[in-house]
């Protein structure tokens, strides 16, 4: 072609990005080894396996299959390195990691071209996109790093961290779990995806080229079924953070339930991709070209819905075909190339699969004109019409270069639509009117939202899912308390648990766990009860369920008996099942304009709490003595703290704002702390009134509605709690209160689908049902794993750990300028 044709056609020549560089790399280590304690090391089982380019169908390299041996033995190098990075000074950390950002951008080139090498993405990405953004995270998190002591005080590190990545961005994700969590001085385990291992072994050079200490970062090869489950099943490990499928993420949260590791899971997605009838249509269209054809449609948050406003539909449709016809698709090493190669024929296969389903459903299927590569695993783009909301491919995640559209008529069926799914990523909003979409980004369920934007991501701004999406965040402030724990959390087996006595009546063992000194008090019986009668009659009435606002009978016309320490019964509690469980989660559902209230006005309602029970402060504290044999300054120091706490939480309530983040593009992400939605909740035992306000109060602070279960032992103080509620303005719903048999009642709620998160606070075996339970709907669990929490101590009892459990982070990006 001569010039003159060129520009008559304007046709693009091909562009290539030279792949020598990338497959001379390759040539001289293949086959790669692991990499434990900063040594290449064979692995244990001899074995290797093919990763291949998708581009051609050829093998590219062959890299070690990691077997269970080398999981013990990246542990003990990681255990060992622990030791000294976890102490190193913040500054000393943050110039490894500043060491790590400025190699990464030496070698930006190399990994450019290894990552499209192996896994069939566009160099024009790779290059702009993925290798920046890895240089990116490394810096913000050396600054982090940088700023712990000072910005963190009163956390440690966690521990060992297993980190299990997926296929579709394979540095970037490398970096998402790498950078915080070494920030924080942790040490880490990674696994990268069995197709795309090689820019994760290329990292592993430069760990070693800039000195990182051994044992800091070990990078572990292979299959899922050897090494993931193994890092997920270790001792030796003290968290798992897991980017993957939503079903993969279900397995790892069983296999974890009660080992006390923390977990983060960022998974799946079918993000909603919202077009209103005054949005800028040619924008829209490239819009949805990076929405749902970046990454040939392989991202969690691909905005693979496309939701029209129905008088618009027609033309932007239209359009869309047009743009469709003039996508690129081949080479990944073409720079002029759109579309790369889908990175197995595995998944190749499951793409083609759900396309043929929705045509079986009716839907109406549309494909360019033109065909795609005939080597290689390439699969043209596509757009389903005429799709009805409850199909399977407008529900599935298909993870490739699909997108379904579907028409709303007014904003109100445009959110309905947007969050009829199980999962909640992300979220595109296009209008020109940025009242409505200020007004709806917050009605949608979902981590992200993009105004007039797409797929933007940075590290400033936390990352991660609602609902079935998983749990935790990735980038941002937030995304550090992922690698973190209190410091006054020891991780040794409790000294002592606190159990429900098998039979409360029994006057030895049903009272509550008390320090020596309470225990001394209560040797002398009489002199504990200094002149007091009881001012309740035992027995004198049965406080009901408070559910809706109401106190109702338990469903199953049953009561239990309330012993004091000596066995003596003091009242009964309604017996709650199942159906009065349920009951409750509906009434806090229904009460769900809560979080839509004022700050404003959730604190003032907290103050009149705190008002109503300080009234009866000599009340509340005669029940605590009752029901706990302590000392009345005891329980009266008890009501006091509840008191107080109250009123912190009042305090906190038009205070827990979020951030203003500044990522480096024209625009602002608004980082908003939002409430989960109902929380079920098992009180402590210890502490009858206090674990309840304790757990409570942060809970409604921040607009959730809660199903609470109280101390089984000590109810009595959780029930008189109903008319101080019932006099302060507290809506109906907000709070209810099931009593019973915390074991069975906290199950139902682990187990109910409506329920968004569980707080249980009570033994390591109860832990981890609740933990086994929960992984149906993928539900937010905080469990105390049987260890003691100093509920009087206000550094343990109270403050911004309760509030981060009791919210989630949705960061909402608005660009400026025309
Ligand atoms: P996958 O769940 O099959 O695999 C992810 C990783 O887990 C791989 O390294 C795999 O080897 C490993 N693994 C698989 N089974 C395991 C097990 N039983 N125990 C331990 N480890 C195991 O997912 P994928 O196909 O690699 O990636 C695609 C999925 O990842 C999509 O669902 C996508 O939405 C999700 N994803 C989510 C995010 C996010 O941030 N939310 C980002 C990228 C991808
Ligand atoms: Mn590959």
Same mark, same amino acid.
């Given at each position: 072609m001569n010039v003159k044709e060129i520009f008559e056609t304007m046709e693009y020549g091909p562009a290539p990005e030279a792949a020598a560089p990338g497959l001379a790399w390759i040539q001289e280590r293949t086959p790669l080894n692991l990499f434990i304690n900063n040594q290449w090391v064979k692995p244990a089982g001899g074995q290797y396996i093919d990763s291949i380019n998708p581009a051609t169908g050829k093998r590219l390299a062959q890299v070690a299959a990691a077997t269970s041996a080398d999981v013990d033995a990246a542990v003990a190098a990681a255990r060992a390195a622990f030791e000294t990075w976890s102490k190193a000074p913040g500054h000393v950390r943050a110039r490894y990691m500043y060491a790590i950002a400025r190699h990464i951008q030496k070698h930006s080139r190399l990994l450019a071209v290894l990552e499209s090498l192996d896994n069939g993405k566009p160099i024009r990405e790779t290059r702009d996109i993925d290798i920046p953004l890895v240089a990116r995270h490394f810096y913000y998190h050396a600054g982090w790093a940088q700023l712990m002591e000072s910005e963190l005080p009163g956390y440690q590190p966690v521990g060992v961290v297993g980190q299990i990545i997926p296929w579709n961005f394979p540095l970037l994700m490398l970096a998402w779990k790498i950078a915080p969590a070494l920030a924080m001085g942790n040490t880490v385990v990674l696994k990268p995806a069995r197709y795309t291992s090689l820019t994760a072994l290329k990292f592993a050079e430069i760990v070693q080229e800039i000195g990182l200490p051994p044992g800091v970062v070990n990078i572990l090869t292979g299959e899922a079924s050897q090494v993931g489950e193994a890092l997920v099943r270790h001792p030796g490990i003290n968290k798992i953070a897991f980017t993957g499928s939503t079903d993969v993420g279900r397995s790892i949260r069983r296999a974890t339930a009660g080992s006390g590791k923390k977990l983060s899971l960022e998974l799946g997605g079918k993000s909603p991709f919202i077009v209103f009838d005054d949005a800028d249509l040619d924008s829209v269209v490239e819009g949805v070209v990076d929405a749902i054809w970046f990454n040939q449609g392989q991202v969690c948050c691909a905005g693979s819905r496309l939701l029209v406003q129905e008088n618009i539909a027609d033309r932007l449709i239209e359009k869309l075909r047009e743009r469709m016809e003039h996508l690129r698709i081949g080479d990944p090493l073409d720079k002029a190339v759109d579309i790369g190669a889908i990175v197995s024929p595995g998944q190749l296969k499951e793409i083609q699969r759900l396309v043929n389903t929705g045509v079986e459903e009716g839907a109406v299927m549309w494909q360019p004109s033109w065909a795609c590569p005939t080597e290689g695993y390439f699969f043209p783009p596509t757009l389903f019409? $005429?799709? #009805?909301p409850a199909t399977t491919i407008a529900q599935v995640?298909? +993870? /490739?270069?699909?997108?379904?559209? *579907?028409?709303?008529?007014?904003p109100a069926e445009a959110v309905e639509l947007a969050n009829n799914t199980r999962y909640g990523l992300a979220a595109s909003v296009w209008s020109e009117n940025i009242n409505l979409a200020l007004d709806v980004a917050p009605k949608l369920k979902a981590g992200t939202v993009w105004i007039n934007c797409t797929n933007l991501f940075d590290a400033t701004s936390g990352f991660g899912g609602y609902r079935e999406s998983g749990f935790g965040r990735e980038g941002g402030k937030e995304g550090l308390y992922e690698y973190v724990r209190p410091k006054w959390e020891t991780l040794e087996a409790p000294a002592k648990e606190f159990h429900i006595a098998e039979e409360s009546a029994s006057t030895n063992g049903s009272r509550p766990a008390v320090s020596a000194d309470e225990d001394r008090e209560f040797e002398g019986g009489e002199q504990l009860l200094d002149g007091y009668?009881? *001012? +309740?009659? !035992?027995?004198?009435?049965?406080?009901? *369920? +408070?559910? @809706? @606002?109401?106190?109702?009978?338990?469903? #199953? /016309?049953?009561?239990?008996?309330?012993?004091?320490?000596?066995g003596q019964v003091i009242g009964q509690?309604?017996? /709650? $099942?199942?159906?009065?469980?349920? $009951? &409750?989660?509906? !009434? !806090?559902? &229904? &009460? /769900? @304009?809560?979080a839509a209230g004022t700050t404003h006005n959730r604190a003032q309602i907290l103050y009149y709490i705190a008002e109503n029970l300080s009234v009866r402060e000599d009340e509340f504290a005669r029940r605590i003595v009752q029901q706990t044999g302590r000392s009345y300054a005891d329980a009266a120091a008890e009501v006091q703290a509840a008191i107080s706490r109250l009123f912190s939480y009042a305090a906190w309530a038009d205070k827990y704002e979020g951030a203003v983040h500044r990522p480096p593009l024209r625009g602002v992400a608004l980082a908003m702390p939002e409430a989960i939605g109902v929380i079920g909740m098992a009180c402590p035992e210890e502490h009858p009134l206090l674990g309840f306000v304790s757990l409570v109060a942060p809970a409604i602070a921040m607009g959730n509605t809660i199903v609470v279960i109280p101390s089984q032992v000590a109810p009595l103080s959780a029930t008189d709690c109903y008319q101080v509620l019932e006099t302060s303005d507290l809506p109906a719903g907000v709070v209810n209160i099931v009593t019973g048999d915390r074991d069975l009642l906290s199950q139902v709620? !682990?187990?109910?689908?409506?329920?968004? &998160?569980?707080?249980?606070f009570g033994p390591a075996e109860g832990c981890k049902r609740i933990e086994l339970a929960s992984a149906g709907n993928m539900k937010r669990t905080w469990v105390s794993y049987g260890h003691p929490r100093g509920w009087m101590d206000t550094a343990q009892g109270e403050g911004e750990e309760f509030l981060r459990e009791a919210t989630q982070v949705k960061n909402i990006w608005v660009p400026y300028g025309e």
């Open positions: 019409t $005429n799709v #009805s995640e298909i +993870f /490739g270069p699909v997108l379904v559209s *579907m028409t709303f008529r007014t009668t009881p *001012m +309740f009659p !035992a027995i004198d009435r049965t406080p009901k *369920m +408070f559910i @809706g @606002g109401k106190q109702t009978r338990p469903d #199953s /016309g049953y009561s239990r008996d309330v012993y004091d320490p000596q509690v309604g017996e /709650g $099942n199942r159906k009065d469980i349920r $009951n &409750a989660v509906e !009434a !806090a559902h &229904a &009460a /769900g @304009g809560w709620l !682990a187990e109910h689908d409506d329920v968004d &998160a569980i707080w249980y």
